[in-house]
């Protein structure tokens, strides 16, 4: 079945750096890809989608590449800040199961004052 | 709109009594998520209604498990009876319709069986 891997965490940077998230997929069809955060004490929000090859999801100056060629879709950052500490989950949806959405394991990012 | 609400916020109870954990998605969406998250397994989904009928429960746990959705503004998860290892947090979503894949999640429960 579809499946998504991302890179274990905790992620620990400071303010101001440039921030990389891994997340790589196996589907059977052609997925939608979406990055969603969970701030403590919350649930998840959808941060950014794409639905197609090379499409670039973007939102809060985050920003994902759905990267068909190497199943990926990184998130990535420039400039990092405190309020950015959360819990990052990349997911798929794919048609030939069902359009359910399945969550990568998450990934935990303290950002350093 | 006040998005999901979901209760209690917590539960704490003992091994084999029931648990019965509530949901009231966004108004007018017609789409419902039941998802358990642990350290473990990361976020699974457990069942999924649309228009209030349930489309797909395989990721329910066991037969101690159940889920109804009465109404387009309620649904129910129940434990019955409960075990240790339910201990989780338990998030209720819900989506325009089923073909939107924006899901707006609730707070959770945080549910500990002693």
């Known amino acids: 079945g579809d499946s998504v891997t991302q890179m274990e965490g905790p992620v620990t940077l400071s303010e101001e750096a440039f921030l990389t998230i891994n997340c790589t997929y196996t589907a059977t069809g052609y997925p939608s890809l979406f990055w969603y955060v969970q701030y403590p004490g919350e649930g998840l929000q959808l941060l950014l989608k794409a639905t197609k090859a090379d499409d670039k999801g973007s939102n809060k100056g985050f920003e994902a590449t759905y990267r068909k060629e190497t199943t990926s879709f990184h998130l990535e950052k420039g400039s990092v800040q405190v309020s950015d500490s959360a819990v990052y989950f990349c997911a798929l949806s794919d048609q030939q199961e069902d359009d359910k959405i399945i969550f990568g394991k998450g990934t935990r990012l303290h950002i350093l004052p | 709109d006040a998005g999901v609400i979901q209760s209690p916020r917590h539960e704490v109870t003992e091994m084999g009594q029931e648990v019965t954990l509530r949901c009231k998605p966004i108004?007018?969406?017609?789409?419902l998520f039941w998802y358990r998250q642990t350290m473990m397994r990361g976020l699974e989904l457990l069942i999924y209604f649309n228009n209030n009928v349930p489309i797909d429960d395989s990721g329910m746990p066991e037969d101690r498990f159940s889920a109804k959705m009465p109404n387009a503004s309620f649904s129910t998860l129940k434990i019955q009876p409960s075990e240790p290892r339910d201990s989780a947090v338990y998030f209720c979503a819900s989506s325009l319709d089923w073909g939107e894949r924006k899901l707006f999640f609730g707070s959770g429960t945080q549910l500990s069986v002693l």
């Open positions: 108004s007018g969406h017609n789409s």
